[in-house]
Structure formats: C-alpha cells, structure tokens
C-alpha cells in the first residue's frame, strides 16, 4: 500500500562533517519511507557540527521534527523505532490524515 500523496516526503539535515555518522539515521529513514511510499531526501546544512535531523513534510506545509541525533550514538533500531513511533502518532493528526492507513503496518513493524 502506498500513499496517495505523492508530494510527502522525509528529509535528513545534517552537516558536511556528520556525514560519516549518517548511516543509521539514512537506512533507518529509507526503510521507513520505502514502507510508507514516499519521498526521502538528504539535506547537507554545509554548517559545523549541526545535530543529525529527521523531518516529515507533506505537500508545500511546514516540515514536522520527527528525530534528532544530537550526540550522533544513536544506534538503527533505536532510529528505526523512533520514526515509526513518530509517524504512527503523525497519523491521528486530521492534518496528516494520508498517514492513517499506515496504522496497522506501523504497529506490526517491531
């Protein structure tokens, strides 16, 4: 199942210097929007030291935080957990009502 907004996507910012800490975060936020059908995109803020971020953005709205690796530890499963979890709550808002299909599959996901 795929979602019908075609214009959602998950974006990873992260800095030049980060870049080699990023493949946690970049699998664990590929998978995801593999599952979800949407689009994925990685972000270079070309700033020093800037944390590691996941945003959800539907259409031309304001991206939505969903993640934030600010010590750069985090581990895949942890990531992987946390934007599952993030999305699922993202799904009961009327805003973001193409996320509700996903409920179930989000839920299975463990």
């Known amino acids: 199942m795929r979602m ?3 214009s959602a996507r998950l974006l990873v910012y992260t ?10 975060v970049n699998v664990a ?3 995801i929007a593999s599952m979800l ?13 800037a944390p590691t971020c996941v945003y959800y953005q539907e259409g031309e709205g304001e991206a939505i935080p969903i993640f934030c690796d600010k010590d ?3 581990k895949f499963d942890e990531i992987y957990t946390h934007l ?8 009961f ?5 193409g996320l509700r299909q996903f409920r179930s599959q989000l839920m299975a996901l463990s």
């Open 84 to 91: 599952r979890n993030m999305i699922f709550v993202l799904s």
């Open 93 to 97: 808002h009327p805003k973001h009502s």
């Open 72 to 74: 750069r530890r985090s």
């Open 37 to 49: 059908g949407i689009g994925y995109e990685v972000v270079n803020l070309g700033r020093e030291n």
């Open 15 to 24: 800095s030049k210097s980060h870049c080699g800490s990023l493949r946690s």
């Open 29 to 31: 936020t590929e998978r």
């Open 4 to 6: 019908e907004k075609a």
